[in-house]
């Protein structure tokens, strides 16, 4: 089981930077892989990157790449989403997500962060 706990939103300007934070606790995660996704007022969730925590493999979605960075502090078992160049359209309840490296669905998730970004 793994507990994941957001932090790091609030409200910015567009062209402002932010850094999530999600903490993980409670499994060995060496086998887990751990993603960000948002939902956006009235749309869908939608994936935005991923990364393997044992290798740091990441892959992103096209939409974000270039602009959104994912990493992860092993030691303090803490993931990351370094957003820049923000833009009103990334308003959204951002989500850390995991999941065993070789399954499909993300079993665990957090509780989300509001990401406001202002024109």
């Known amino acids: 089981q793994v507990q994941l706990v957001e932090s790091g939103g609030g409200s910015v300007q567009a062209g402002d930077s932010l850094r999530l934070s999600c903490a993980a606790s409670g499994s060995d995660f060496s086998t887990i892989a751990m993603a960000w996704f948002r939902q956006g007022p009235g749309k869908e969730r939608e994936f935005l990157a991923r990364i393997t925590w044992i290798t740091g493999g990441t892959f992103y979605s096209d939409h974000v790449k270039g602009r959104f960075t994912i990493s992860r502090d092993k030691a303090k078992n803490t993931g990351y989403l370094e957003m820049d160049n923000l833009k009103p359209e990334d308003t959204a309840v951002y989500y850390c997500?995991?999941?065993?490296?070789?399954?499909?669905?993300?079993?665990?998730w957090g509780q989300g962060t509001q990401v406001t970004v202002s024109s």
């Open positions: 997500a995991g999941r065993h490296v070789l399954k499909n669905d993300y079993e665990y």
